[in-house]
């Protein structure tokens, strides 16, 4: 059975809010001659972080796949699949922040990055475990979720704030 696991409700709505507080206001305050131009960019920039935003990842009894959507793959994003019978162990490397990413060592020596800001991430490891018989408890989000969420809110203040400036 094929199960799919899309990204992160609140990372992609972290990202989304995000943008639209940064950019909202520029095609309001651009002047006249560039308000058409900054309103195309602006809504061109939503697509695009949208669209960057619509990875995910695809198990099945026999593999692991992660796709990336078409301007991710333009932006160096690669499609990966690794059957799970050559999935050798999990390592783990910190990051800069204090939290850990984790990869598939694939027998070859490959590296994958495991997918760490997917809906459903505990299914999502019960499955690599089951699949590949590798301990699966270190493994957790690479980062609270708290952070986006709190992101998302401060977005959502700020595109709040900008409206009620503009419409004053």
Same mark, same amino acid.
């Given at each position: 059975?094929?199960?799919?696991?899309?990204?992160?409700? $609140?990372?992609?709505?972290?990202? /989304?809010?995000?943008?639209?507080?940064?950019? =909202?206001?520029?095609? $309001? +305050?651009? /002047?006249?001659?560039?308000?058409?131009?900054?309103?195309?960019?602006?809504?061109?920039?939503?697509?695009?972080?949208?669209?960057?935003?619509?990875?995910?990842?695809?198990?099945?009894?026999?593999? =692991?796949?992660?796709?990336?959507?078409?301007?991710?793959?333009?932006?160096?994003?690669?499609?990966?699949? +690794? $059957?799970?019978?050559? =999935?050798?162990?999990?390592? #783990?490397?910190?990051?800069?922040?204090? #939290?850990?990413?984790?990869? $598939?060592?694939?027998?070859?020596?490959? %590296?994958?990055?495991?997918?760490?800001?997917?809906?459903?991430?505990?299914?999502?490891?019960? +499955?690599? #475990? #089951?699949?590949?018989?590798?301990? +699966? %408890?270190? =493994?957790?989000?690479?980062?609270?979720?708290?952070?986006?969420?709190?992101?998302?809110?401060?977005?959502?203040?700020? /595109?709040?704030?900008?409206?009620?400036?503009?419409? %004053?």
């Amino acid at each position: 059975m094929i199960e799919k696991f899309k990204t992160l409700f $609140f990372v992609k709505s972290s990202l /989304i809010s995000l943008y639209l507080a940064l950019t =909202i206001p520029l095609p $309001f +305050i651009s /002047i006249e001659k560039l308000k058409i131009p900054s309103t195309i960019i602006f809504v061109l920039g939503l697509y695009l972080i949208i669209n960057i935003t619509s990875d995910y990842v695809e198990t099945c009894s026999t593999k =692991i796949s992660y796709k990336s959507s078409f301007i991710s793959k333009l932006l160096g994003k690669k499609n990966w699949e +690794i $059957f799970w019978k050559d =999935i050798k162990l999990i390592k #783990s490397l910190p990051t800069s922040q204090g #939290s850990k990413v984790f990869y $598939f060592n694939t027998s070859q020596d490959d %590296n994958f990055l495991v997918p760490q800001r997917v809906e459903n991430f505990e299914k999502l490891l019960l +499955i690599v #475990s #089951s699949n590949t018989g590798i301990a +699966i %408890n270190e =493994i957790s989000y690479i980062s609270p979720l708290w952070t986006y969420k709190l992101l998302t809110i401060l977005s959502v203040l700020m /595109i709040i704030g900008e409206l009620f400036a503009f419409l %004053n």
